[in-house]
């Protein structure tokens, strides 16, 4: 799945701080405006510009104090004020001779919410959650204020951050159609159980890797990264003849010339003999029918019986979206052609091209990375008229792989794109790091999942590089594991989501952090699920628990340990005082246990107390078991309240993504 292009700020821009009051000599960051929350109970930073020399004072209208500083030569001044238990609206008075007015400012929880598309994904929009217009119609929330920082790039850390809306914004539904689903229902929640008033600072971008929200001090001491990093600081300096525009138009240009579908230029499998070629049941992504980890150029193509009525009427060809890029052909002449993972494909196609009986229809599909393929719903893959009639399209198609792109140069790196180490750090991070916060919420790992035992070094060191630039100690840090996706596995199977989810559930090894698992409410079909509800539901119930002091729960069973006892094996788990339960009553599913040849099998289970009793007629002597171990895992493993069990193992084999870098 190729990643957007979205817009970029000239470099210069991100230096200069944005002024909250254009007549007024103090400069403030983007992160102080109107509407704002301050963190409660601490002594909160207030920084900005002014002349230098000059006098700063700073009154607030929660207590009487008056503070003050001297603008340095370079014109910088930074004022802590002692901020009180939860309240307001206040306002905060900046002067330098002139006065800057903040009003309607909240003293609450400010909590960073970052990492990727599922944590990006909004409630409208492309994301379209699950009663998404109940939803935004009814988040009138005043005392939950949103902070959108908007995509910027930067190969240095910058003191200011672009965004949205002019700053700070009250929670209505003008603003939270295009914010962070999973952060205004974690926010929404915790909010409905403390009436806190809740600062959310929504600094996300999709599709990114972990390596672009770690700083360059972290990274370098990573030998995986500290080359790139390197790489990156000098090429801040450099210039190239060649644009990454230019540079990516010839490796698409190397890719038609390898694609063997194509000869001379002219597309020759666009109607073909089809003899030799396999057959894939679309819709779907090709990874879930035997092209795994493939990215390259695919032809796929269909006959199908047009009646003779048809001729004479308008035909729409729906395709549903199509992961990357397509060229559609019907009986050899191309009628479409679409840019980007996710747009539906919808083509006219003349009259004059079909005819009564037998036609044939082929699809280029380019993907240059992650998923790919024709992978919409079944529903829309079809034919249309203006009479409603259709033909549907879903069954069998017959492919043929044009290029593989493991045997072509890779794609140019993107110099200014955000899937670089440090760049996000640099811009979306580090401008926040001087303002008090109470915590981080984080969703990402899908773009680190092909490097998984990679993730168990670089996410914890991730955590641990945010805390110690904040300075606030080991401030709560509450993440999503990955979702179950993709085609579910008809037998046991390795698996790098499974090993990413591994890395993630080791990293609960840091203090303070806590780890919502949603191994049951993901989509097949679909990497972002609709349901952000539950999800930012979870990551409140963490907070409310380890962060608020609330007595409940907020996991579900806790894999402990193991052991043989002759052909079976007993596993006990935590947090299960009640004892273990299942989600749909019926007998634990999603087991898998294998013996010293590490051959899986899938296996019986029963649950006795807060153990549960693993066995298979196919493994003499077990030694090992696998729960949930997989893309998309049938499992039914929960804690009396319902919430899942995260997956496991017990043993420690080498896994696949081993030593991928």
Not at 210 to 221: I, M, P, R, V
Not at 330 to 349: A, L
Not at 356 to 370: K, L, P, Q
Request: with cysteine; hydrophobic share 40%.
């Amino acid at each position: 799945m190729s990643i957007p292009k979205l817009i970029s700020v000239p470099f210069i821009v991100l230096f200069l701080f944005s002024s909250q009051l254009v007549q007024s000599k103090i400069l403030l960051p983007s992160v102080f405006s109107d509407n704002m929350v301050l963190q409660q109970k601490t002594n909160a930073a207030i920084w900005g510009k002014a002349t230098a020399g000059k006098a700063v004072k700073i009154t607030v209208s929660w207590n009487k104090i008056n503070y003050g500083a001297i603008a340095d030569a370079g014109g910088n001044w930074k004022i802590k004020v002692a901020t009180p238990a939860y309240g307001g609206p206040y306002s905060i008075t900046i002067s330098d001779g002139e006065l800057l007015v903040l009003n309607n400012v909240l003293i609450g929880d400010v909590w960073i919410c970052s990492g990727q598309s599922n944590m990006e994904m909004p409630l409208a929009g492309w994301g379209k959650i699950l009663n998404s217009e109940e939803e935004i119609a009814e988040a009138k929330y005043p005392n939950i204020r949103l902070l959108q920082a908007e995509h910027v790039t930067s190969n240095f850390p910058l003191n200011d951050a672009k965004v949205a809306n002019g700053g700070w914004q009250e929670c209505s539904p003008k603003y939270i159609a295009e914010f962070s689903s999973t952060a205004y229902f974690f926010a929404r929640e915790i909010y409905e159980k403390t009436k806190i008033p809740i600062g959310l600072i929504h600094t996300s971008w999709g599709g990114t890797v972990a390596e672009a929200w770690t700083s360059a001090e972290t990274l370098k001491k990573m030998a995986d990264f500290s080359a790139a990093v390197d790489k990156i600081q000098k090429s801040a300096t450099g210039t190239s003849t060649v644009s990454y525009e230019e540079k990516v138009q010839n490796w698409i240009k190397i890719t038609t010339e390898k694609d063997s579908g194509y000869q001379a230029g002219e597309a020759k499998w666009a109607l073909t003999e089809t003899t030799g070629w396999k057959n894939m049941t679309l819709p779907t992504m090709w990874e879930d029918a035997g092209l795994r980890d493939f990215d390259g150029i695919v032809w796929f193509t269909k006959k199908f019986i047009l009646p003779e009525n048809w001729k004479t009427k308008e035909v729409k060809l729906n395709l549903g979206p199509i992961d990357d890029n397509d060229i559609t052909f019907v009986n050899g002449t191309k009628v479409g052609e679409t840019v980007g993972y996710n747009v539906g494909r919808t083509y006219s196609v003349p009259a004059n091209l079909l005819k009564a009986g037998e036609n044939t229809i082929t699809v280029r599909v380019f993907d240059s990375g992650g998923g790919g393929g024709i992978y919409g719903d079944a529903k829309e893959l079809g034919l249309t008229n203006n009479t409603t009639e259709k033909i549907s399209l879903t069954g069998d198609w017959k492919y043929k792989i044009g290029l593989d792109f493991k045997n072509i140069e890779a794609k140019p790196y993107e110099e200014n794109g955000p899937n670089r180490p440090t760049v996000l750090y640099n811009a979306l991070i580090h401008p926040y790091q001087q303002f008090s916060i109470k915590g981080a919420i984080w969703y990402q790992g899908e773009a680190n999942a092909d490097r998984a035992y990679q993730y168990r070094e670089l996410f914890p060191a991730m955590i641990k590089d945010w805390r110690q630039k904040w300075a606030q100690g080991d401030f709560p840090f509450y993440f999503v594991q990955l979702a179950n996706f993709m085609q579910v596995d008809n037998t046991p199977a390795e698996s790098a989501w499974a090993e990413l989810r591994e890395a993630q559930q080791k990293t609960l090894a840091l203090p303070n952090t806590g780890m919502a698992t949603i191994i049951d409410i993901g989509d097949a079909k679909d990497i972002h699920p609709k349901n952000k509800q539950e999800v930012g539901r979870r990551l409140a119930l963490i907070a409310l628990a380890k962060t608020y002091g609330q007595k409940i729960n907020y996991s579900g069973p806790v894999y402990q340990s193991s052991k043989v006892d002759g052909k079976q094996m007993l596993l006990t788990f935590g947090n299960s005082q009640n004892g273990l339960k299942t989600a749909d009553g019926e007998a634990p599913t999603g087991f898998a246990i294998a013996g010293a040849d590490k051959k899986f099998y899938w296996a019986k289970a029963s649950i006795k107390g807060n153990q549960l009793i693993v066995s298979s007629d196919q493994v003499a002597n077990p030694v090992a078991v696998r729960y949930a171990w997989g893309n998309n895992p049938v499992c039914n493993l929960v804690s009396n309240d319902g919430l899942p069990a995260s997956p496991f193992r017990t043993d420690i084999w080498q896994g696949v993504t081993f030593g991928k870098k």
